[in-house]
């Protein structure tokens, strides 16, 4: 398994590291007199703890601050590539993989096609071939890593990490304790929603405050992740947000997880590709082709786009009289659209009714587009080193 070079993980576990990791997170750089202050520790406690981190590589010295006179204090700051996270998102049709550092700044990303390879234990060996060579490629230790995280769409028990079950991957049932030996460091799984959502909520366009908050994630499936409070909320049997599984169309339609007229086949990007491709004499393969259809106005596009966005409308009334949130945020490729989709979408949501208004329930469009789970499973493995509770954070 990971070894932490010399801080162990009952180190990364002490609270005072961990508040000064995480101020020197928020702030960048700092004297180790602010530090005192804002923590509320001891100059000695913070000294300490100090060395102990410039020790083990993720703090160095940077300067020094202007001084009202005497000897000017030496300002401290967080070393970005001392550590790094991984994230995996499956989906359907691909893997995308990247390599982030403290910061969350992407330092190497890879991709490969699954061409309808459903086996996960050689999906999980094909994963680890290609973070060995980006490993390599960037000079990365193994000690220098914090852990993988897994954006999978499904339904997944964290806790236990079991993906119980995941129909657009043909997939139920498998316990990732499997795969810890294909891995010399920490794995953790969630939901793409989730994964999403907690990615938006840290990086993205979801203001910081504790508020009630809608993650819709638009792929080749539809999912949701529901923020509450600041938190997530997953359910008493983390499966909440699989709203893209309720009925909103006719019974002509049959879902892959065995029901009928699921949302998900009327509002993802699969759903809108396949719905123009039936009366277009065009044959688009990606959301891209289908916008530029769009933007030359073309009435197969500018129809099809119209009857696409009445059904997600629908769907996201549904979450907003049922939830109530403070802000929905619509994410994935569709998201690079946004210009296009928001005051197309504004209307249709918030057409007249009784119940809610664009003042009270604010609509956005993601700012990390199709890399919103990516980097929230990214962010995953570095929880421990960079806050101390389960609380979402926004320090960006």
């Not at 010399?6 to 004297?31: C, F, G, P, V, W």
């Not at 995941?166 to 799984?189: E, M, T």
Request: charged residues 25%; neutral net charge; aromatic residues 8%.
């Amino acid at each position: 398994m990971l070894k932490l070079h010399s801080m162990d993980r009952s180190r990364i576990a002490d609270s005072n590291i961990n508040k000064i990791i995480q101020i020197l997170y928020k702030h960048r750089e700092l004297t180790k007199h602010d530090i005192a202050a804002i923590s509320h520790l001891s100059i000695p406690t913070v000294t300490n703890n100090l060395s102990k981190l410039i020790e083990d590589g993720l703090v160095t010295e940077s300067g020094v601050a202007e001084s009202t006179g005497g000897r000017k204090p030496v300002l401290v700051k967080l070393v970005p590539d001392s550590r790094f996270s991984l994230g995996v998102d499956i989906s359907p049709l691909k893997v995308r993989i990247i390599l982030t550092n403290l910061f969350t700044e992407i330092r190497a990303e890879a991709e490969f096609e699954l061409d309808g390879l459903k086996d996960m234990t050689k999906i999980m060996n094909k994963i680890k071939t290609y973070i060995l060579d980006m490993l390599e490629k960037n000079n990365i230790k193994d000690w220098q890593l914090t852990g993988v995280g897994f954006s999978i769409p499904g339904t997944v028990n964290k806790e236990k990490m079991i993906l119980e079950m995941a129909p657009n991957l043909g997939v139920k049932n498998i316990d990732f304790h499997d795969f810890s030996d294909v891995f010399d460091y920490p794995i953790y799984i969630e939901n793409e929603a989730n994964a999403a959502a907690y990615g938006e909520s840290i990086l993205g366009s979801l203001p910081k405050e504790k508020s009630n908050s809608i993650y819709i994630s638009i792929t080749e499936g539809l999912g949701v992740g529901i923020i509450m409070n600041g938190e997530l909320y997953k359910g008493s049997n983390h499966r909440a947000g699989e709203f893209g599984h309720m009925r909103i169309g006719s019974a002509e339609k049959e879902c892959q997880c065995g029901r009928v007229g699921c949302w998900e086949l009327y509002g993802s990007e699969k759903a809108l590709l396949t719905a123009y491709n039936e009366v277009s004499k065009h044959n688009v393969q990606d959301i891209h082709e289908f916008f530029q259809k769009y933007e030359e106005k073309e009435a197969a596009a500018c129809n099809t786009l119209d009857s696409y966005l009445e059904y997600l409308a629908r769907g996201i009334q549904n979450i907003i009289l049922g939830l109530d949130p403070k802000y929905i945020v619509i994410g994935g490729k569709i998201s690079e659209y946004k210009h296009v989709l928001l005051p197309l979408m504004r209307k249709k949501v918030f057409t007249s009714n009784t119940f809610y208004n664009e003042i009270e329930t604010k609509l956005l469009f993601s700012d990390l587009n199709k890399n919103a789970s990516l980097l929230g499973a990214s962010l995953i493995p570095l929880k421990n080193l960079l806050y101390s509770n389960m609380e979402i954070r926004k320090w960006r």
